[in-house]
């Protein structure tokens, strides 16, 4: 991975944004990259489209915009000493231009909401776009109903899948970078209160035996490359995976999740336990897309 790589956050001015760039420098230092903060000037909603398609050209970025994101960076440069930031703008709509960023990004920062999100839409249209279709992995935040304890551990699902695999090898080097705990998380069903007929408890008991081999052999992968880090296992029951994952993250740092497979088509958004974890979950999320190489 190119060392150049930056950490990106879409900034507009609106207190979401602004949250989003405090964790995005906070991750840049973790990881030793640049910060750079990225404005798109046209339409919100758009991908890049003039709100008239019939004008020619493309409009100029604005002053009010520049002074913005230039006090956001000078503000951030002060209070993380060491951080490296820079800021521009990008003729494109807000979302298209974090996409394309991502491209050559070693991860992007959003907010729950953006300028122009709908009221009852709790991660913003910009952030739904790019949490979905970005080129590297995506940490989304939202300001903090309380805080969050940073030596918190770091939260990962498994599965079994390709994509919750990928989520692992994201959640251990997250944990090696915070100095925290790492804890694989499987979510079974519910079990029932009353005595149950013998081949119900036959399944149960041989979804107990997928569980504590899964969350072996993700262990196990986890300890090869991090041997010094702090590493648990923990089955739980719940309604459903999403359920599961959200109730735990209340003890987290931050909750890794996994993509459903990838995302080459504007119709193929992220599986609904990812949906329902960036909207609902208790702490950060960091969306596990695979790396694009650079164009």
Known sequence: MPMDRPVVV?????????????????????RSRPLLLVHGYLHPLGYGVPLNPYDLGVPAPT???????????????????????????????????????????DLVVVGSRGLGGFAGLLLGSVGAQVAAHAHCPVL?????????????????GVDGSES???AVGYGATEAALRDVPLVLVHVGPLNGDGPVPDEIEEAQAAYQAE?????????????????????????VRAAGAAPGLIKASGTASLLVVGTR?????????????S???????????????PYDPPR
Not at 213 to 223: Q, W
């Open 164 to 166: 919750s695999r990928l």
């Open 211 to 235: 569980a504590v081999r899964l969350l072996a052999e993700a262990s196990a992968a986890v300890r090869a490359g991090h041997r010094d880090l702090v590493v648990r296992e923990h089955p």
């Open 63 to 105: 002053d009010q915009a520049q002074k913005m994101l230039e006090r956001t960076a000078a503000d951030l440069a002060d209070r993380w000493p060491g951080l490296a930031v820079e800021a521009r703008q990008v003729a494109g709509g807000p979302g298209a231009t974090i996409v394309e960023e991502s491209r050559r990004a």
């Open 275 to 289: 949906q329902a974890a960036i909207q609902h979950a208790r702490c950060p999320v960091l969306v596990a897309h």
């Open 10 to 30: 879409g900034v507009d001015g609106s207190p979401f944004s602004l949250v989003a760039a405090e964790h995005g420098a906070r991750a840049a230092l973790l």
């Open 140 to 156: 989304v935040v939202r300001p903090d109903e309380q805080p969050i304890d940073a030596h918190a551990p770091v939260l990962v």
């Open 261 to 273: 497979g990838r995302h080459g088509f504007a119709g193929l958004l992220l599986g609904s336990v």
